[in-house]
């Protein structure tokens, strides 16, 4: 399957490596390669080796790990909007880089972890104190909706097709539009369209935002897959470990919100 990535697509041929299309070899270049030092030059730049799923691994714990330290400390500290709302727009901005630019520069990386870590402690302190144990809920629905994707990528139940890319990708920005409007229309109608207000409508479009998570999960899973195969360079695994940051971060938060319609407020 043709990969969405264009860093997977400039490896044309099978296994990340391109096809030979020199002329070949006769005895006498066979022998001169043969006998020729092992050693590389110093002047020849020595190739970057190619990522592995252990590197993925490691990543997504340095950076899921910055997100939710810097969580507990903001919840922890009780932070308040006056610093969760600066560090929350720094972290929107950071996103949009790394996710337009495919940059896999650590330091973006994790400073939208660190950034989008506090807004989310002082949100969850939040819904903490407004519904009792309904943190404790999302952090482990999270977690089941994680594992459960997985598992349905693992034993090969769904893998991702091209054209279920663009009906996710299309999902997304219909649902991101949709809130958009939501939030405009509430400032002249109270709880504007009802798509995140505690009533049938809210709870449908909640639930269609958790498969939305979901499905971006299989996404991941899937760019990590063809990575690995493809041979990408290793420094490539810091901006997988970013996709599953975010789709992990809006699955938490539409998870959150959701439980929060059946919990009694205290």
Not at 148 to 153: C, E, H, Q, S
Request: proline fraction near 6%; aromatic fraction near 12%; hydrophobic fraction near 50%.
């Amino acid at each position: 399957m043709e990969s969405r990535n264009p860093i997977f697509s400039q490896r044309g041929a099978p296994g990340g490596q391109r096809a030979w299309a020199g002329p070949t070899p006769s005895v006498q270049q066979l022998n001169e390669m043969y006998t020729a030092p092992s050693y590389t030059p110093a002047h020849t730049p020595a190739a970057e080796r190619p990522m592995t799923v252990d590197d993925v691994v490691v990543r997504g714990f340095m950076t899921l790990g910055t997100l939710v330290l810097s969580a507990a400390v903001a919840w922890q500290l009780n932070l308040g909007w006056t610093l969760a709302a600066p560090a929350m727009i720094v972290g929107l901005i950071l996103g949009l880089i790394v996710s337009f630019r495919q940059s896999t520069n650590p330091a973006l990386i994790l400073g939208y972890a660190l950034s989008y870590g506090v807004a989310i402690g002082v949100l969850s302190h939040r819904y903490e104190d407004l519904f009792h144990g309904v943190v404790l809920q999302a952090v482990l629905g999270t977690m089941l909706a994680f594992g459960g994707t997985l598992a349905v990528y693992t034993l090969k139940i769904f893998r991702p097709t091209p054209k279920f890319t663009k009906f996710v990708v299309g999902a997304a920005l219909a649902a991101v539009g949709l809130m958009l409007v939501n939030w405009i229309v509430g400032f002249f109608e109270p709880g504007g369209l009802g798509l995140r207000a505690d009533n049938p409508l809210g709870w449908i479009f909640s639930i269609a935002m958790i498969l939305l998570g979901c499905f971006f999960l299989l996404l991941d899973f899937d760019e990590i897959e063809s990575g690995v195969r493809a041979g990408v360079p290793a420094r490539y695994s810091w901006l997988m470990a970013f996709g599953l940051t975010l789709s992990l971060v809006w699955l938490y938060l539409e998870i959150l919100r959701f439980i929060s319609y059946f919990t009694d407020s205290d």
